[in-house]
């Protein structure tokens, strides 16, 4: 089958797949997902996991998006008063999933370098799942401005513990010193420069814009932006997301209606990318490895999570936020695709590279994230659901 064929296959199953996750009354994003698991190598097999990297470009381009959506919701107006907490529930919150997960793990297979690395992964948040559910529903308030933040700023804090944790892992595995620059100093130049590069970004496009009166040239300039400032974040083995998040603060708290013009276009734009992005993460899960993750892959769930809402309660508290972000923010933070899957496959290549012999345990941190994310993916959503309807912040924006 053509890669044309296949690409009109994905979309339209994926879509009336979302329709029926609406009948179920369930966010679409289940729906896209799902699709994309039953066209995969789990059931029907259209879908390989070799063919959907064919597709990567789909990924970096809605990852770009994205990041840039995510970026123009922290406007320093809608972050009043709550920037205090956001500082807070960060750090806790990725810091207790990586602690009761690497903590539980190690008790059940008094493995540390296991621990270690499972911990790591855990404190990321996948952006995409949460963002859409969020858009989908028109969600506004403190509760949703608090999601849109810290699912941005947790790319960040995992790439420190990624950073931190592989040198560390190792060290148990070899008995091999580990330097400052490895565990530390490169993992902040990464995010450094990412974040340079897209407020450069953002500071730059704001004169051209000023000139594109129709919304056909505005929406192929803020496309082609994107595309550049992805491209280079690839180039320089930088993270996009963050990259063109810095993009989109820098932005909307310097121009602040050209910023929501650019998010207008795009909402034109992203919906169908958004489908094929979700049909082919489904399509990359492989629920036949449910079975095998076994106690390991279910102490990773329930711990990720409970320190996932856990922190965000506790920085929610010490930060004095709004009584609803306290209660209800922590629920939409336990969905976990892109980050940890790319992060999982790194550490995977990192560890062949140490010797041959470490490649059992790059294999099964590889099975643990594979099987974990397919199971969030699908409670992911509904829990963000959950959490903007107990707000009261659906249907705020038109």
């Excluded at 729906?31 to 994309?36: I, N, P, Q, T």
């Excluded at 539980?104 to 540390?112: C, F, Q, R, S, V």
């Excluded at 449910?290 to 390991?296: T, Y």
């Excluded at 965000?312 to 209660?327: E, N, S």
């Amino acid at each position: 089958m053509n890669d044309l064929l296949e690409l009109a296959i994905l979309l339209l199953f994926g879509l009336y797949a979302a329709k029926g996750a609406k009948v179920l009354r369930t966010p679409q994003v289940v729906g896209y997902v799902l699709a994309g698991v039953i066209l995969g190598p789990s059931v029907i097999g259209l879908l390989s996991l070799e063919g959907s990297l064919r597709y990567d470009i789909v990924t970096s381009v809605t990852l770009g998006i994205i990041g840039f959506v995510v970026g123009s919701e922290l406007a320093a107006r809608n972050l009043r008063g709550l920037g205090r907490a956001i500082a807070w529930i960060v750090p806790l919150e990725a810091g207790l999933a990586l602690l009761l997960v690497s903590l539980g793990t190690y008790a059940l297979t008094h493995n540390a370098p296991l621990s270690i690395l499972l911990g790591a992964l855990a404190s990321a948040t996948a952006p995409a799942g949460t963002v859409d559910v969020l858009q989908e529903y028109k969600a506004k308030g403190p509760v949703t401005t608090t999601l849109y933040a810290v699912v941005g700023l947790d790319d960040a804090f995992s790439l420190i513990s990624y950073g931190f944790c592989l040198p560390l892992a190792k060290l148990f595995i070899s008995g091999e010193p580990i330097s400052l620059q490895g565990v530390l100093l490169n993992p902040l130049r990464e995010i450094a420069l990412a974040i340079a590069l897209g407020g450069a970004a953002g500071v730059m496009v704001i004169l051209p814009v000023r000139w594109l009166r129709h919304r056909n040239e505005l929406l192929a300039f803020t496309l082609g932006a994107l595309l550049l400032i992805s491209g280079l974040a690839v180039k320089f083995h930088l993270s996009l997301i963050l990259a063109t998040m810095s993009m989109g603060v820098t932005m909307v708290n310097l121009r602040y209606t050209m910023c929501r013009r650019m998010i207008g276009v795009l909402n034109d734009f992203d919906p169908p990318i958004y489908v094929l992005f979700f049909v082919l993460v489904g399509g990359r899960l492989d629920i036949s490895l449910l079975p095998k993750m076994g106690l390991v892959g279910l102490a990773y769930i329930v711990l990720r999570e409970s320190g996932k809402y856990l922190g965000t309660y506790l920085g929610a508290t010490i930060g004095k936020a709004d009584p609803k972000v306290r209660k209800y923010a922590g629920l939409g933070l336990f969905s976990q695709a892109g980050v940890a899957i790319g992060l999982a496959l790194s550490i995977y290549h990192e560890l062949i590279q140490a010797g041959s012999q470490n490649a059992e345990l790059g294999k099964y941190v590889i099975m643990v994230i594979t099987a974990t994310t397919f199971v969030v993916q699908i409670v992911g959503a509904p829990f963000v659901k959950l959490a903007i309807v107990k707000a009261g912040e659906v249907g705020k924006t038109r």
